[in-house]
């Protein structure tokens, strides 16, 4: 289940952003995209790292993914707010 998470949070969602960026030039430019970017890396980290700390060591820790995935979600919050941002002009 972590491989999974990894693999789409960490690979798909980072391809996404990358590919609206190199269409979008002006939106990968800006420091606000910058930013995004960086809080998916640590989200798609944290997150995927949680779930195996959580298989391996109990139910105790589930704190770690569900922090993870609040960052991966305010990271695509953030990528919306870009893409509405830079679609308008």
Request: proline share 4%; glycine share 10%.
């Amino acid at each position: 289940p972590a491989l999974a998470h990894f693999d789409l949070v960490g690979g798909v969602l980072l391809f996404l952003f990358g590919l609206y960026y190199r269409l979008v030039p002006q939106a990968g430019a800006s420091a606000l995209a910058i930013v995004q970017g960086w809080l998916h890396i640590v989200g798609a980290i944290v997150f995927p790292v949680g779930v195996a700390i959580v298989i391996s060591k109990g139910e105790s820790l589930v704190a770690i993914p569900i922090v993870g995935s609040l960052v991966v979600l305010m990271a695509v919050v953030l990528f919306a707010a870009i893409v509405f941002r830079t679609t308008k002009a």
